[in-house]
């Protein structure tokens, strides 16, 4: 069965760090656009960021340089590094793959991230 699975969420002070990682399993992230997408208490889910085939790459406007996407498709893993967390970026962080020609397409069951003193 194909799917996405996150890891790497977990509780961190305001200014820390967390690494998400986006793994595919049964599938490969060739071809693929992977997503990195928040839902944050009382907000709609928003992009965190992508990266296409060409390496491309996409930020949501409150990100604002602290963090960063990188793909390694040898290794079919899609890692997002956040750094300088604030408290407003606490929710569930989801990966989503869908291939370029618009299937297949992948949600994973979501990372919590909580950023808290």
């Known amino acids: 069965q194909a799917e996405v699975v996150e890891s790497g969420g977990g509780l961190v002070q305001p200014g820390g760090s967390l690494r998400l990682s986006c793994a595919a399993a049964?599938?490969?992230?060739?071809?693929?656009?992977v997503n990195w997408y928040r839902q944050t208490p009382g907000k709609e889910r928003e992009l965190v960021a992508l990266?296409?085939?060409?390496?491309?790459?996409q930020y949501g406007d409150f990100v604002k340089g602290r963090f960063s996407i990188s793909r390694d498709d040898a290794k079919n893993m899609v890692t997002l590094q956040m750094d300088n967390l604030k408290p407003e970026d606490t929710g569930v962080y989801y990966c989503?793959?869908?291939?370029?020609?618009?299937?297949?397409?992948?949600w994973g069951q979501g990372t919590q991230v909580t950023v808290s003193s």
């Open positions: 049964g599938f490969t992230f060739n071809g693929h656009i």
């Open positions: 989503y793959s869908i291939h370029r020609m618009g299937a297949p397409s992948f």
């Open positions: 990266v296409t085939t060409s390496n491309y790459k």
